[in-house]
């Protein structure tokens, strides 16, 4: 189980979604803000899947205290 209340590493959060993907590539939802910003960048759900799965993680979490 993953404590979704602390920062993940990015080591860890890119192990995860990869772990995530493979095992379960249509576990993620999305909402109209999600398509609207894809048809805005002229997207597919490909495109995006194609980053989580091959993209890099460059900064740790930041949350707004």
Same mark, same amino acid.
């Given at each position: 189980?993953?404590?979704?209340?602390?920062?993940?590493?990015?080591?860890?959060?890119?192990?995860?979604?990869?772990?995530?993907?493979?095992?379960?590539? /249509?576990?993620?939802?999305? &909402?109209?803000?999600?398509? *609207?910003?894809?048809? @805005?960048?002229?997207?597919?759900?490909?495109?995006?899947? /194609?980053?989580?799965?091959? &993209?890099?993680?460059?900064? *740790?979490?930041?949350? @707004?205290?």
């Amino acid at each position: 189980m993953v404590d979704l209340e602390s920062r993940l590493g990015r080591e860890y959060a890119r192990k995860l979604l990869s772990e995530l993907l493979n095992k379960a590539p /249509n576990c993620f939802s999305y &909402g109209m803000h999600f398509k *609207d910003r894809m048809t @805005e960048r002229q997207m597919t759900i490909g495109d995006v899947l /194609n980053v989580l799965h091959t &993209g890099k993680i460059l900064r *740790d979490a930041e949350f @707004e205290e």
